[in-house]
């Protein structure tokens, strides 16, 4: 039978919108070697990950396209095949769409959470995760493809919640309210999903609530159990899908995915300047086998955890080279942890390898500091993170503070023979046994099965 009009039109309309998400996906591809769209060095490793890499995003791009502020889903913001952003390898990163102008009922129950409040975890048994924050903001980090979005005048968060301050019941569930305005009298858990930067005199609404569960202990913490509503929705049925809506999406994943990959490309090199002095000052944001200032998160430096401090850098080791990185923490934080990732932002395979540690995994020294080795095979000592044999990537410290610190972390790097590495630690430091290792390595393997299940 052929088409009516009405068909015809579908038809062509969604063809167009086809041919489009596949033309920004070749210009997407592009970004993973041409050296006007500052890739990562073209090494075969690098491409292989590089096309993986955008894979990821392609990945992501067609949940976001789809999804439905009026009939919001939690879903994975990041994941083992959607890794980006120089992720956190002990946070589970959450996310659903929002309109900043409805109301939403986030509800959900924890494992045991007394160190939510600053006591010690519980003995034996589940916990919930070391440390969970709730941000409501107003743009996806990238998407815009443009540095220009590194402003509170395009992307900032409304509100926030934190388990510091997360009032929860006796049986571990809570309720979140998320609105423009919280009631008058309303004394609950509450995000707010409109607020006005007064130094751009603009308004803003929340287009995303972001959520990031970190861990600590991997083998007893276990992730939230999670739901969100809209409370106009509740009860309802979304429209059946037509064609100008479905082209409008598959445009938009294409988008997604080129925007992404210039984004970040153009972030590590101009911003972080991997690569290179860009702004002319003499010196590299992210410095060579070393670690910068410690810096709270801003919107300057790619945003990230409002919580979360950092310091960041670049690995650079030959066959026989490591880095020696002492740590030491005059204040407490909620969470800690150090990640390396390679030059796409990807973690490393935290999985299968120990390319993270966090604060509950790292072994302190008697004087308090914890020494890590980042080396491309195992040094047997304690604090190791493995390069899987990338010869450069990034490396992260994160400290989580609900409030600032009146100390901050201090870092010394170390470059170091391979053979000299038991020099540069205290002479007490023990001797890690492969069977340690195994057992490490098995804690892992088991956690990331259900941090990231499918069922």
Same mark, same amino acid.
């Given at each position: ?5 009405d068909?015809?039109?579908?038809h062509?309309a969604l ?15 592009d970004a993973i070697?041409d050296?006007?769209l500052?890739p990562?060095?073209?090494t075969?490793?690098n491409l ?8 990821g995003?392609?990945y992501s791009a ?11 889903t ?9 890794? %980006?952003?120089i ?15 409805l ?6 129950? %924890?494992q ?5 409040r600053g ?5 034996s048994?589940?916990?919930?995760p070391?440390?969970?924050i ?6 996806w980090a ?5 540095l220009a979005e590194?402003?509170?005048t395009?992307?900032?968060n409304?509100g926030?919640l934190d388990?510091?301050?997360l009032?929860v019941n006796?049986?571990?569930t809570?309720?979140?309210l998320?609105a ?5 009298g309303y004394?609950?858990n509450f995000?707010?999903?409109k607020?006005f ?5 603009m308004?803003?609404?929340a287009?995303y609530?972001?959520i990031?569960?970190?861990?600590h202990d ?10 969100i509503t809209c409370?106009a929705?509740e009860g309802?049925?979304?429209r ?5 809506s479905a082209?409008?999406q598959i445009?938009?994943?294409? +988008? ?16 972080l ?12 944001f ?7 200032a410690?810096?709270?998160?801003s919107?300057?430096?790619?945003g990230?955890?409002t919580?979360?401090?950092?310091a960041?850098?670049?690995?650079e ?8 990185? +002492? ?8 969470y800690?942890g150090?990640?390396?990732s390679?030059?796409w932002?990807e973690s490393l ?6 390319t993270?540690?966090?604060a509950?995994?790292a072994?302190p020294?008697?004087?308090?500091a ?5 080396a ?11 390069t899987?044999?990338l010869?450069?990537g ?9 409030t600032k610190?009146d100390?901050?972390p201090t870092?010394?790097?170390t470059k170091?023979?391979f053979d ?6 205290p ?9 340690e290792r195994?057992?490490?390595?098995r804690?892992?393997q088991?956690?990331?099965q259900?941090r990231?299940?499918q069922y």
């Amino acid at each position: 039978m052929p088409d009516s009009g009405d068909n015809a039109a579908a038809h062509a309309a969604l063809r167009a919108a086809w041919d489009a998400m596949l033309l920004d996906l070749t210009r997407a591809r592009d970004a993973i070697d041409d050296p006007r769209l500052y890739p990562p060095p073209p090494t075969d490793r690098n491409l292989a990950e590089g096309y993986r890499y955008l894979l990821g995003f392609l990945y992501s791009a067609i949940e976001r396209a789809f999804g439905d502020p009026r009939f919001p889903t939690i879903r994975r913001a990041i994941s083992p095949v959607d890794k %980006a952003t120089i992720d956190n390898a002990d946070a589970l990163y959450l996310a659903a769409p929002i309109d900043g102008n409805l109301t939403y009922r986030v509800t959900g129950r %924890a494992q045991d959470h007394r160190h939510w409040r600053g006591d010690s975890p519980a003995p034996s048994g589940r916990t919930a995760p070391q440390y969970v924050i709730f941000e409501a903001t107003t743009a996806w980090a990238g998407d815009t493809g443009q540095l220009a979005e590194l402003s509170p005048t395009v992307r900032t968060n409304t509100g926030t919640l934190d388990s510091s301050k997360l009032q929860v019941n006796a049986d571990g569930t809570f309720e979140i309210l998320l609105a423009p305005e919280a009631p008058e009298g309303y004394a609950g858990n509450f995000i707010r999903s409109k607020g006005f930067v007064r130094s751009a005199g603009m308004a803003h609404t929340a287009q995303y609530l972001i959520i990031r569960e970190l861990f600590h202990d991997w083998e007893r913490e276990d992730a939230l159990d999670l739901q969100i509503t809209c409370v106009a929705s509740e009860g309802r049925h979304p429209r059946p899908l037509d064609a100008e809506s479905a082209a409008c999406q598959i445009r938009r994943v294409g +988008e997604m995915v080129e925007n992404q990959m210039r984004f970040w490309n153009e972030f590590y090199a101009v911003v972080l300047e991997t690569y290179g002095d860009m702004n002319g000052d003499g010196e590299r944001f992210m410095p060579r086998n070393d670690l910068n200032a410690p810096n709270f998160a801003s919107i300057q430096t790619g945003g990230g955890q409002t919580t979360n401090l950092y310091a960041g850098g670049v690995f650079e080791l030959g066959d026989n080279d490591a880095l020696v990185i +002492e740590v030491r923490i005059p204040v407490r934080p909620a969470y800690s942890g150090f990640h390396l990732s390679n030059l796409w932002g990807e973690s490393l395979d935290y999985a299968n390898h120990l390319t993270s540690l966090s604060a509950h995994q790292a072994e302190p020294g008697a004087d308090g500091a914890v020494r890590f080795v980042v080396a491309h095979r195992d040094p047997g000592v304690p604090n190791w993170l493995d390069t899987t044999g990338l010869p450069e990537g990034f490396m992260a410290l994160r400290w989580t503070y609900p409030t600032k610190p009146d100390r901050l972390p201090t870092v010394k790097v170390t470059k170091v023979a391979f053979d000299a590495i038991r020099q540069h630690v205290p002479a007490d430091v023990r001797t890690v046994p492969a069977a340690e290792r195994r057992e490490q390595i098995r804690i892992r393997q088991a956690h990331v099965q259900r941090r990231f299940r499918q069922y």
